[in-house]
């Protein structure tokens, strides 16, 4: 449907085309976006889905959607014809068949030079240095990240702000649990932040975009940055007392890293190293990640991903002229090193396949603009 076309969508509409038919990727743009309050979240295993707060009209339908209000549906990246509406606006175009990681200008592989950040980070440290740099260089004023609950002792990532490097690295590693880092929206509007960058999965990094084309107002303004990681799924947080300790015995206060290669790699605070196969995993795929089609972060400035030939390099993908100009300035200055992405070709190769296979998992019922016809 034309964006200049008026739009009447709510509540209603949300919950009976997103939420109730399983599209929901628990992204909670709906959430942030709602300037009532009225959409609560459930940020907890078995569950990660937004919900309706008032029961004048039960859970399926809502009084200020009845008098007009329709931010829920404009922030949500699964209504309708969500994706050529987030293409249209980022690139004034929309992907051709043959584009299934999404549009972009350069693929690169890409670590940084710091050697803290690279321990600390996820395959060589880059989300994690372009956030320091975008904060010492005043593009941002703080990011919407996870963080892992309590101090110590828990695995169970939740949404947070990062203002300074010691917040950024904090926040550092990859989880493969589900944060729904778009919820310290709130936190950081609060602290008077203006300048936002957003890290999330793919269903995440579509809410700004989303936002801007179908003109929502103010709520996605700050978001002036936006970070994607390629992302198959997601795993409940069940997965931890259900398949780590049943079977393995391995204690999540006890886990230090994951990575996935191939394998669930599990390294543990006693320096002991494990690998779980990823089909073992699989039952634990989180409910919101069944129908995604996005593996490759497609409407994020610059996506990114660890799935190169080692634990070392990230898969860089610069899709936009600011994604552009901030991995340039990187590279000139040494914060980062890269090389080119063609250098690891079995890499380029998985992209292309993950990013397809997501695709087909776009239910024929949806909307159609959603698949890519190869």
Not at 26 to 32: E, M, R, S
Not at 59 to 86: I, L, M, Y
Not at 128 to 141: M, P, R, T, V
């Amino acid at each position: 449907m034309s964006t200049t076309t008026r739009w009447t969508y709510q509540w209603k509409e949300l919950y009976e085309e997103v939420i109730d038919t399983g599209l929901c990727t628990g992204c909670a743009g709906c959430v942030i976006s709602c300037p009532h309050d009225v959409i609560g979240y459930r940020h907890e295993a078995g569950h990660y889905k937004p919900y309706h707060l008032e029961d004048e009209l039960g859970p399926q339908d809502c009084v200020h959607g009845v008098k007009g209000c329709t931010s829920c549906t404009r922030a949500c990246p699964r209504f309708r014809n969500w994706e050529t509406q987030a293409d249209q606006h980022l690139f004034g175009r929309i992907r051709e068949a043959d584009e299934s990681a999404g549009i972009y200008k350069d693929i690169i592989l890409a670590k940084a030079t710091d050697a803290t950040v690279q321990e600390l980070g996820q395959d060589g440290g880059l989300v994690s240095a372009i956030l320091i740099w975008c904060l010492n260089h005043a593009i941002i004023d703080g990011a919407l990240v996870s963080h892992l609950e309590g101090n110590a002792g828990g695995w169970k990532a939740i949404p947070a702000v990062a203002t300074n490097k010691e917040e950024v690295l904090a926040g550092a590693g990859s989880r493969y649990t589900y944060s729904a880092n778009t919820l310290a929206f709130t936190e950081a509007v609060e602290q008077g932040l203006q300048s936002l960058a957003l890290v999330g999965m793919s269903c995440q990094t579509s809410v700004a975009p989303v936002m801007w084309s179908r003109k929502i107002g103010k709520v996605g303004r700050p978001i002036k940055l936006n970070i994607g990681l390629l992302c198959s799924k997601s795993f409940d947080d069940s997965l931890f007392d259900e398949l780590f300790w049943v079977k393995y015995g391995l204690r999540k206060q006890d886990v230090k890293k994951m990575n996935v290669k191939g394998v669930l790699q599990v390294w543990m605070s006693n320096g002991d190293y494990h690998e779980i196969s990823l089909k073992e995993c699989h039952a634990w795929t989180r409910e919101g990640c069944n129908m995604c089609p996005d593996f490759a972060a497609e409407h994020a400035d610059i996506s990114t991903g660890g799935i190169g030939e080692g634990n070392d390099w990230t898969l860089t993908i610069v899709r936009s002229d600011l994604g552009r100009a901030i991995i340039t300035a990187m590279l000139e200055d040494g914060t980062i090193e890269g090389k080119p992405g063609d250098s690891d070709p079995g890499a380029l190769k998985l992209l292309h396949k993950l990013a397809q296979k997501s695709r087909d998992r776009w239910p024929k019922w949806a909307a159609e603009e959603v698949r890519v016809q190869v």
